[in-house]
């Protein structure tokens, strides 16, 4: 099942965007979600999940700016981000997850274009 990150662009410190991944409304697996993202020269990093049932978690850095939330309805999962700083500048990509050993892995190793989101003035 293909999932198709969207919603980036170019925004000033301090703004916001909201992404979305879509899966095909032929795809009626409901799976526990998370969004990575991957800033140039470093690795991909956990940035929030959701489980099918709407339990979030968050990584330390997005904490209190960053919302996930999902439209089963529509197979859509969403991250409102707020207060963006330079340093959420990134690919971000979205993909279901598991959480084993104390912490959340994406369940598939192809993870699509992503869509970017620079944050600068």
């Known amino acids: 099942v293909q999932l198709q990150a969207s919603g980036g662009g170019l925004v000033q410190p301090g703004g916001s965007l909201r992404l979305s991944c879509a899966a095909p409304r032929s795809d009626r697996s409901v799976n526990d979600m998370g969004w990575f993202r991957q800033a140039p020269g470093k690795e991909r990093e956990l940035v929030a999940t959701i489980t099918s049932g709407g339990g979030t978690y968050y990584a330390d850095s997005v904490k209190a700016r960053f919302t996930i939330s999902r439209d089963n309805a529509k197979n859509t999962v969403y991250l409102q981000m707020n207060s963006l700083k330079p340093e959420d500048t990134a690919v971000y990509y979205c993909?279901?997850?598991?959480?084993?050993?104390?912490?959340?892995?994406?369940?598939?190793?192809?993870w699509g274009q992503g869509t970017q989101v620079t944050v600068s003035s």
């Open positions: 993909n279901p997850v598991v959480y084993y050993g104390g912490a959340y892995y994406s369940t598939r190793d192809y």
